[in-house]
């Protein structure tokens, strides 16, 4: 098995666990490619070394034959490294060095035990839905995809921005607010949880519509089916407002029309068996530490 692994910086208290999964990988009979930027971090603080052509920096291609993406941070890490999985059929999995996470779900101390279940391939492969960002600018010319969100929000710190949206051409509303979130399944326990916004289980065939700060408080958050494309059209006293997809984003002229839709393609990703949704969900939200349950 060829596996890439990716990862950002990382707090030191991790290493030993880092640098432990990393020689029993390379002792393995498995094939190991490396995030440079990566690779490199990891030299600066350890003697760990690899040959210089075990490294990667751009997205993978068929003829990379990488059979499996290990994420190794948080969640926006995992997030991060979807783009260079793309369109390949490469399922990913996340290894958290840190403390909260719903992609990254193996612990540190877990490691061991969650590759060896890979290894025996005791896991269920889990497809979510990505969205999709097309505009006449391209305004993401790169990767204009998004597995958590899309966000709309306001440049500056005084006026609202106007904010209109079509379902499929059908009028849905103008949110006067600071900004406007529509998330995926998987996306609904980040930015639009904080915001009040429903828990909404992958595989849904759902998107979240989530106000940020609307001026109207009856404007609640809403799901939407995602066979049909949505339309955002934006309002402004300032020339341009901005836009992210997950940890991307930039500034788009205000007259910039948002065409979005579900993406064509969906990244696979590991869930370990005996492990499910609503245990994460518990776990990572800590429902219960409620004594009555």
Not at 78 to 100: A, D, K, Q, T, Y
Not at 156 to 177: E, G, H, L, P, Q
Request: glycine share 6%; proline share 4%.
């Amino acid at each position: 098995m060829k596996i890439a692994i990716f990862g950002k910086k990382y707090d030191k208290a991790f290493q030993p666990f880092l640098l432990d999964f990393l020689t029993s990988l390379q002792e393995s009979s498995h094939e190991m490619v490396i995030y440079e930027p990566y690779y490199k971090f990891i030299k600066n603080f350890s003697s760990y070394s690899l040959d210089e052509e075990n490294v990667f920096s751009a997205p993978f291609s068929k003829d990379d034959n990488i059979d499996l993406m290990c994420s190794i941070g948080g969640d926006g890490t995992f997030l991060e490294g979807v783009s260079f999985v793309h369109r390949l059929p490469i399922p990913m999995v996340g290894i958290n060095s840190g403390r909260l996470g719903f992609l990254a779900n193996i612990s540190k101390e877990n490691i061991a035990e969650a590759w060896q279940m890979i290894e025996q391939r005791q896991y269920v492969i889990e497809k979510r839905t990505l969205i999709e960002l097309d505009t006449d600018e391209k305004i993401f010319p790169e990767f204009n995809f998004a597995l958590n969100e899309l966000t709309v929000q306001k440049r500056d710190s005084s006026a609202m921005i106007m904010i209109k949206v079509f379902f499929d051409d059908d009028y849905v509303n103008t949110y006067w607010s600071d900004g406007l979130i529509l998330s995926t399944p998987t996306g609904s326990t980040a930015y639009s949880l904080s915001l009040g916004g429903p828990i909404v289980m992958p595989g849904s065939q759902n998107f979240i519509l989530t106000p940020v700060a609307p001026h109207n408080l009856t404007v609640r958050p809403i799901v939407i089916p995602d066979d049909k494309e949505i339309r955002i059209e934006v309002s402004a006293r300032a020339e341009s407002f901005l836009v992210s997809l997950d940890s991307q984003y930039t500034a788009a002229r205000v007259g910039t029309t948002l065409r979005i839709r579900s993406a064509d393609f969906q990244i696979k990703t590991i869930r370990l068996t005996g492990n499910s949704y609503f245990q994460t969900i518990r776990e990572k939200l800590m429902w219960g530490m409620d004594k009555r349950n």
